[in-house]
Nanobody, 115 residues
Framework: QVQLVESGGGLVQPGGSLRLSCAASGFTFSNYGIRWYRQAPGKERELVAA???????NYADSVKGRFTISRDNAKNTVYLQMNSLKLEDTDVYFCNARWRQSNYWGQGTQVTVSS
């Protein structure tokens, strides 16, 4: 059974940090590119960061220099380290795995940045 399980969300003050995890199972994780998206109610889902199967990373302009995506294929896990968090980073964050015609999503984890 394919699963992507996000964790690590929560409430943090502006300027704080969180590390999100996306744990995968049920498929050959190392073949897949992994992306983090975020979405607020009533808004379109936004691509935040991506890491290819080979470890190449890309980031949205809004998070460059603040967020870092990484992967540990031995643990079938991708991480999103989020530093210098801003109020506008408040969203539900989703993990997505893609390879060829396969496309899997997690259930999301809430990140709330508030003073």
């Amino acid at each position: 059974q394919v699963q992507l399980v996000e964790s690590g969300g929560g409430l943090v003050q502006p300027g704080g940090s969180l590390r999100l995890s996306c744990a995968a199972s049920g498929f050959t994780f190392s073949n897949y590119g992994i992306r983090w998206y975020r979405q607020a109610p009533g808004k379109e889902r936004e691509l935040v960061a991506a890491i290819s199967a080979g470890g190449i990373t890309n980031y949205a302009d809004s998070v460059k220099g603040r967020f870092t995506i990484s992967r540990d294929n031995a643990k079938n896990t991708v991480y999103l380290q989020m530093n210098s968090l801003k109020l506008e980073d408040t969203d539900v964050y989703f993990c997505n795995a893609r390879w060829r015609q396969s496309n899997y999503w997690g259930q999301g984890t809430q990140v709330t940045v508030s003073s």
